[in-house]
């Protein structure tokens, strides 16, 4: 079974910064299209940062460039490192994975199979 596994959530002061990661296993390709999702109470899903980890093609949302950056630790582990974190930043982040959701669609939740369970971003 493939799972991805999302760590480095927690609290911090606006301006502050924090460092996602999430690690998959068991997935069967050699690349993917990995995407930070978030999700605030009582709004929809939102895509924040993507990577094809076949050739470092990156893709962000314009609320966060500038200030999240999205890397590979390796070929199946990808981080979210986030800085000058503002209070509408605070939401749920899922690490999402596909092979193909990459390009346009790299944004659409429903263009990704694999999701990780959440970890919790809360920005006061």
């Known amino acids: 079974d493939v799972q991805l596994v999302e760590s480095g959530g927690g609290s911090v002061q606006a301006g502050g910064s924090l460092r996602l990661s999430c690690a998959a296993s068991?997935?069967?390709?050699?690349?993917?299209?990995m995407t930070w999702f978030r999700q605030a109470p009582g709004k929809e899903r939102e895509g924040v940062a993507g990577?094809?980890?076949?050739?470092?093609?990156t893709y962000y949302a314009d609320s966060v460039k500038d200030r999240f950056t999205i890397g590979q630790d390796s070929v199946k582990s990808v981080y979210l490192q986030m800085n000058n974190l503002l209070p509408e930043d605070t939401a749920i982040y899922y690490c999402?994975?596909?092979?193909?959701?990459?390009?346009?669609?790299?944004?659409?939740?429903?263009?990704?199979?694999?999701w990780g369970q959440g970890t919790q971003v809360t920005v006061s």
């Open positions: 999402a994975a596909d092979r193909r959701a990459c390009g346009v669609t790299w944004n659409i939740v429903r263009a990704y199979w694999y």
């Open positions: 990577v094809f980890t076949g050739d470092g093609t």
């Open positions: 068991g997935y069967p390709y050699s690349s993917a299209c």
